[in-house]
């Protein structure tokens, strides 16, 4: 018999995600792999069986001192893969509503030293021990929205230095919370203001001794750039990204958010791990990126903010693999998953199936997790417990709080 020191009971459904091909494109995105009355069991942090409670007793055999704990008729999805945060800075921005409100963009509040670089600023002031606080407890609130799988970049100190101090931070941070975090270098998220004017000295000092010494100290598994007007051009991000890939990181790119770049198509012609934003590209940027196999990452709740509309439905419907995250950053302040499905599905159109599948196992491959973002035999306990009678409540619902989440088989947060 299978052996347990955890068994999860009295779900009405669970979805698995554990059926069809990862990623999930096109009708594929709607098959959850759901199992009704269902039961989980859990072996030293591993998912040891999933099936319909009636089996339970003649599969699972309970260890002494295992636990069991009823999920009195709720639902399990796997714990949420944030595929896109900015989760690790000081300080914030509220002070920049007044000016939005008042019509300036995001790229003129940033030219008058606002946005990115007052993040910058309060980022580079903060000392270590606040730091890490600060980003401690923003990251344990996105644990207890179900969250087990977070993308965490730099990019708010702008010097070689210092974003090498905030990658170490990463896997201590992971440690504090409990949670799986993925680094991700975005040196290139802004110009320094030590380099107005010359940005491409900027990126040959990110080429020739960041990424160097990132890649041989494995402190990043992808490299990111801003490719924006104001920001980095499509040169500059080439340059950068090829040399991040043959050192052997993955490339990402901030593309296409205010204007149509040419970032979308960059991230064709590199086949990078994923594209993220994409609010401006077009129908042809999303047929290259489907023929690419390149991940769309989109995060409808900034595309809210900005009073926009996430191409979900159009970029689903293109063939695309399309993943979500969060954004989480001074400028969209949101720690929510769920909150980021629902948006998903009322503002950019998807079916509850297809947002829970891009904030899952589709999440995972957008950051290079092979088991997150599913629910399979030998696989994470990663698990999110709703108070829902049916999964399709995510999505639908903008409130949606899990009662319980464990991460490798630890109660992470409840309810």
Known sequence: MIRADLVLTDFSEVATLNRGPIPRTGPAMRELGIVRDAAIAVDRGRVAWIGPERRLRRAVRLERGARTVSAAGGVAVPGFVDAHS??????????????RAAGASYTEIAREGGGLYATVRATRAASRADLLGESSIRLARMAAHGTTSIEVKTGYRL????????????????????????????????????????????????????????ARRRLARFCDVFCEPGFFTLEQSERLLRAAIDLGLGAKIHADEFVRSGGAQLAARLRAASADHLLASTASDRRRLATAGVTAVLLPVTAFASGRVSPARETVDAGVAVALGTDCSPNTWVESMPLVLAHAVHGGHLTPAEALTAGTVNAAHAIGLAEAGRLAVGGPADIAVFPFASVDQLGYRFDAWPSAVYRQGKLVSSR
């Open 159 to 214: 010097s070689v230095p210092g974003e090498i101090d905030l990658l170490r931070l990463i896997p201590v941070l992971a440690h504090r919370v409990g949670v799986t975090l993925v680094p991700t270098f975005l040196g290139a998220h802004g110009i320094p203001p030590e380099y107005a004017g010359r940005a491409n000295a900027y990126v040959d000092r990110l080429v020739r001794e960041a990424l160097p010494a990132i």
């Open 86 to 99: 900015h989760a690790l800075f000081a300080g914030d921005r509220a002070f920049e509503l007044e000016m």
